[in-house]
C-alpha cells in the first residue's frame, strides 16, 4: 500500500474536505479523489460518504481514520525533529570536558555555539581526562575536549588537535630565595610540592617531567582540582606546577612569582577526542565542524 493513500485519507478526513485536503498536499482536487478510491478499493470497504457539503466519514472510516491518524501524526513529528535537526534548530550534543578546557577554552566557544543555535541542547560533562575517555569509549557522550600528554593514544579513538598551552612552575612570596635566579629540579626537591592527586593526566604529566630529569617527585600537598594549586601556593604552602591561564591573575598582583626553571617544561595539547568507529549525530557533526573552523587560540 502506498503511504501516500494514507497520507492523503488523514488529510481528508482531518479536514472532511476534498478541497481543504488538496491545499494542503499542494496536488489537484483528482488526484485527492484517485486517493481515496485507491484506498477504498485496496481495503474494500467505503471510508468516506460524500455529499455537496464535502465528506465525512463511515463508521470503518471513522474507526481506520484513529489509527490511521496516530501513525501519520507520529511520523511527521518524526519528520519535522529531523529537518529540525538538519537545520540545526533542535538536538542534543553531549560533550566532555576536564576542567582546564573547560575555564580556558571550551566556555566561551560553547556560548558562542549555543547564541547561534539556541535550540541545540549542549549537556556537558565534566570529570578527569583518565574518566572523559572512559565516556567516549562506552557511548555515554559524542566526545570531549581534553588535555591530553605528549605521546598519548589509543587504538579506539581518535584525536584532532585544537590548540596547546604552557604550564609553569610558581612560588608563593614566602620563598622570596627563589625569586630572580635559575632554579633546578633538584632543587626543588628540597621544598614543599604542591601538585595533583594521582591518576590525573596533570599529575601523570607532573610525575613524568621530574622523572625525564632523572627525579622522583613526592608532592606533600595532592588536590582535586587544578583551581585549587594557585590559592594554597598563594598560602605558603608549597611550589607547584600550574597551566599559566590559572596563574596569570595572582602572577599580576604580585601574590605568587614564576620560578625561572632551569628545565624546560613541555607544551601541553588540548584535543577534540572521538571513538573512532563513532556515529555521531547531526547536530554532534555540526559542533565539531563549528569547533574546527571556529578554533580560538583563548590559552
Known sequence: MNFDFYRTFYYVGKYQSITAAARALYVTQPSVTHAIQSLERELGCPLFIRSQKGVHFTPEGEK???????????????????????????????????????????????????????????????????????EILTGHIDFAVLVINSGYRHADLSFTHLTDFQDIMIAGRIFSDLYGRTVSLKELMDYPLVSMEKGT????????????????????????????????????????????????EALSQGHIFRLALKETIPRREICLIKKKKASLSLTGEAFIQYLLSDNRQVL
Open 64 to 134: 481506520f481514520y484513529a489509527s490511521v491518524a496516530a501513525a501519520c501524526e507520529t511520523i511527521f513529528q518524526a519528520e519535522a525533529s529531523l529537518e529540525a535537526a538538519k537545520n540545526l534548530s533542535e538536538g542534543l550534543v553531549a560533550i566532555g570536558a576536564s576542567e582546564t578546557t573547560l575555564h580556558h577554552y571550551l566556555i566561551p566557544i560553547l556560548a558562542d555555539f549555543r547564541k547561534k543555535h539556541p535550540g541545540i541542547r549542549l549537556k556537558l560533562f565534566n570529570s578527569s581526562t583518565p574518566e572523559m575517555l572512559k
Open 201 to 248: 593526566m596533570t599529575r601523570q604529566f607532573f610525575d613524568r617531567f621530574f622523572q625525564d630529569h632523572h627525579l622522583d617527585p613526592e608532592p606533600d600537598i595532592e588536590l582535586a582540582t587544578t583551581d585549587l594549586i594557585v590559592p594554597v601556593i598563594t598560602g605558603g604552602l608549597g611550589v607547584g606546577m600550574v597551566p599559566e591561564p590559572f596563574a596569570r
